[in-house]
């Protein structure tokens, strides 16, 4: 896993929950929760790079919610309804600096005892360290997604250079879902002319099955917008020499960039699903009666 340094700055949030736009039918998300700003993991393709966000210094510089604690106990005591917590949306909840700050357990101990339910995305192994307040908040749901977009180590190391490898997601997963914890796979985005082949996708579904994902969540393609694009197509010159040329041809200045063959490959995963029994969807959170009954 490569090494890079950040500059690690604290800084007080005004709000931390955000409202997901709903119906979310594939996360299942009622609230956003982001205890950190930026990330270490550095993928070539992330999305949240996109200027749009207008996150400075993206790649060197890690912003700390000092106060995120404090205000999800006061926004999670303001709320009268129940819905999914999600992590993990425009940075891993579980990159290495956690290991230092620890928001994100904090964070799960709070929710715990709130009685939200959760669902975790991440590319970490470091998830395993909450796994006991994870298992509590089990007792009303939760659930932790593993982004994989190639379950070829080597490849991981280029695209995706200071996360976990796919093999120790894997491994992660399996321990989750020993434990009881929903676990599945979030197979996005699947880069054109990289990921996007049957060898790819048997290999990840393959994985997957052995790692015991009850569902995987795809999504054939990926997205490229200004400033993503340009640190996107800057580490295809380093890395794949003449695929920046293939992407202009193909996608010019698309935002939405389907894999090739997407047909195909859609009918080797629904194939491979079926015989795994992997869900292509994940189970969502459905409120107790009991818990709408004790919210009166």
């Excluded at 299942?28 to 700003?37: A, E, F, I, Q, T």
């Excluded at 929903?182 to 880069?191: A, H, K, N, R, T």
């Excluded at 579904?205 to 969540?217: E, P, V």
């Amino acid at each position: 896993m490569e090494e890079t340094q950040f500059n690690l700055t604290s800084i007080k949030a005004k709000t931390l929950l955000s409202y997901v736009k709903q119906p979310d039918t594939w996360f299942g998300l009622k609230y956003g929760m982001n205890l950190y700003r930026g990330c270490q993991h550095q993928c070539i393709y992330c999305d949240t790079r996109s200027e749009c966000y207008q996150i400075e210094n993206f790649e060197n510089e890690i912003l700390i919610k000092e106060n995120a604690i404090e205000l999800l106990r006061k926004e999670l005591a303001s709320k009268r309804k129940k819905g999914v917590i999600g992590l993990g949306s425009m940075n891993d909840p579980y990159m290495p600096v956690e290991k230092e700050f620890g928001l994100t357990a904090q964070a799960l101990e709070v929710i715990a005892e709130f009685r939200f339910p959760i669902h975790i995305i991440t590319k970490s192994d470091l998830v395993l360290k909450d796994l006991q307040i994870i298992k509590k908040i089990n007792k009303v749901y939760a659930a932790v997604s593993f982004t994989v977009t190639t379950a070829d180590d080597e490849l991981a190391k280029i695209i995706e250079p200071a996360a976990p490898s796919p093999s120790e997601r894997f491994r992660a997963m399996k321990m989750l879902s020993d434990n009881g914890i929903l676990s599945g796979v979030v197979m996005m985005p699947i880069l054109p002319f990289i990921e996007d082949n049957e060898e790819n996708i048997s290999n990840i579904l393959k994985q997957a099955h052995k790692s015991k994902a009850k569902y995987i969540i795809p999504s054939f393609g990926m997205t490229l917008r200004n400033r993503q694009r340009e640190y996107y197509y800057k580490k295809l010159d380093k890395h794949f020499p003449g695929l920046r040329q293939k992407y202009i041809r193909k996608f010019g200045d698309n935002y939405s960039c389907s894999a090739n063959n997407v047909t195909q490959l859609k009918q080797i995963f629904e194939r491979l699903c079926h015989s795994f029994g992997i869900s292509q969807q994940m189970i969502l959170y459905e409120q107790k009666i009991e818990e709408q009954l004790s919210l009166f």
